[in-house]
């Protein structure tokens, strides 16, 4: 199993921008992908952005061009970069490792608040 645990999380205001981390307990090298989910109160969890072992990177519609998704091989953490952020972003943001053959690991969460 993968251990994952998120960080940067926090309160920002509308417009603002914030870094997500989470670490990873193994190589990135060897988890085929790692994604961010959402999940806002009283709604579920949704797919925020991911990239998988070859670098390929997709991202939810709803937050194409304002989020990046990258990755620190040598520090095996993976980084959400979000900007321009609105209201309707603040959710508890999570981190998910998919291994082939193991199935999927989540980390703990971290809360973003975006208000003014």
């Known amino acids: 199993q993968v251990q994952l645990m998120e960080s940067g999380g926090g309160l920002v205001q509308p417009g603002g921008s914030l870094r997500l981390s989470c670490a990873v307990s193994r190589t990135i090298f060897t988890i085929n992908a790692m994604r961010w989910y959402r999940q806002a109160p009283g709604k579920e969890r949704e797919f925020v952005a991911g990239?998988?072992?070859?670098?390929?990177?997709n991202y939810a519609d709803s937050v194409a061009g304002r989020v990046t998704i990258s990755r620190d091989n040598a520090k095996n953490t993976v980084y959400l970069e979000m900007k321009s952020l609105k209201v309707e972003d603040t959710a508890v943001y999570y981190c998910?490792?998919?291994?082939?053959?193991?199935?999927?690991?989540w980390g703990q969460g971290t809360q973003v608040t975006v208000s003014s």
């Open positions: 990239i998988s072992s070859g670098g390929t990177k």
């Open positions: 998910n490792s998919l291994v082939i053959g193991e199935g999927d690991s």
